[in-house]
Nanobody, 115 residues
Framework: QVRLVESGGGLAQPGGTLRLSCAASGSSFTFHTLGWYRQAPGKQRELVATTTRGGNTIYGDSMEGRFTVSNDKAKNTVDLQMNSLKAEDTAVYYC?????????WGQGTQVTVSS
């Protein structure tokens, strides 16, 4: 059973920073992709950023340049550094993983950007 546990959400001011972390665990867990999605109230879940074991990264619209995703293959973790936060970044952020067995999601962590 794969488990993804997020940490690091909270409240930030516009222009501020937050760092999210996700730790993946499970028997013989080997990820192909680790990353983050987010869902704001009344909106569909959208891509924030993903990174593969091979080092390829993909960012959602308006994320690249402000957000940086990185993974640690040895620890099975993925971090999301968020800079220059905007009010529209307010959402629940979900950790995501894809392995040969399937796709997995964390429980989500709330990020609120407000003055």
């Amino acid at each position: 059973q794969v488990r993804l546990v997020e940490s690091g959400g909270g409240l930030a001011q516009p222009g501020g920073t937050l760092r999210l972390s996700c730790a993946a665990s499970g028997s013989s867990f080997t990820f192909h992709t680790l990353g983050w999605y987010r869902q704001a109230p009344g909106k569909q879940r959208e891509l924030v950023a993903t990174t593969t074991r091979g080092g390829n990264t993909i960012y959602g619209d308006s994320m690249e340049g402000r957000f940086t995703v990185s993974n640690d293959k040895a620890k099975n973790t993925v971090d999301l550094q968020m800079n220059s936060l905007k009010a529209e970044d307010t959402a629940v952020y979900y950790c995501y993983s894809r392995t040969v067995e399937g796709e997995y999601w964390g429980q989500g962590t709330q990020v609120t950007v407000s003055s």
